[in-house]
């Protein structure tokens, strides 16, 4: 079966770093564009990165360039949020997406998300 599971989400002050990771199974991971959302409450869900297939392009929202870093292993159906220097704004539950073109139109999975809280 399919599954995307974000693990790494912790409370950090302000100024801190965080390393989330989303492991991907039951499916060719290889084969899909990987993004990272997040949540706050009250808020609409926002794209905060996205990543290619193979790693060649990579998109932030303007908020986080800067300061977090998108990256994927192909060999071991990972992919990785690292952020530094948090901010209170950047509280929220992170999930990881995977997405791509397929026949008959787009193919979405979505994880279970991860909370990330920034406060001293």
């Known amino acids: 079966q399919v599954q995307l599971v974000e693990s790494g989400g912790d409370l950090v002050q302000p100024g801190g770093s965080l390393r989330l990771s989303c492991a991907a199974s039951?499916?060719?991971?290889?084969?899909?564009?990987m993004s990272w959302y997040r949540q706050a409450p009250g808020k609409e869900r926002e794209l905060v990165a996205s990543?290619?297939?193979?790693?060649?392009?990579?998109k932030y929202t303007e908020s986080v360039k800067g300061r977090f870093t998108i990256s994927r292993d192909n060999f071991k159906n990972t992919v990785d949020l690292q952020m530094h220097s948090l901010k209170p704004e950047d509280t929220a539950v992170y999930y990881c997406?995977?997405?791509?073109?397929?026949?008959?139109?787009?193919?979405?999975?979505w994880g279970q998300g991860t909370q990330v809280t920034v406060s001293s």
């Open positions: 997406k995977a997405f791509m073109s397929g026949v008959g139109g787009p193919v979405y999975y």
């Open positions: 039951g499916f060719a991971f290889m084969n899909f564009a």
């Open positions: 990543i290619g297939s193979r790693s060649i392009t990579t």
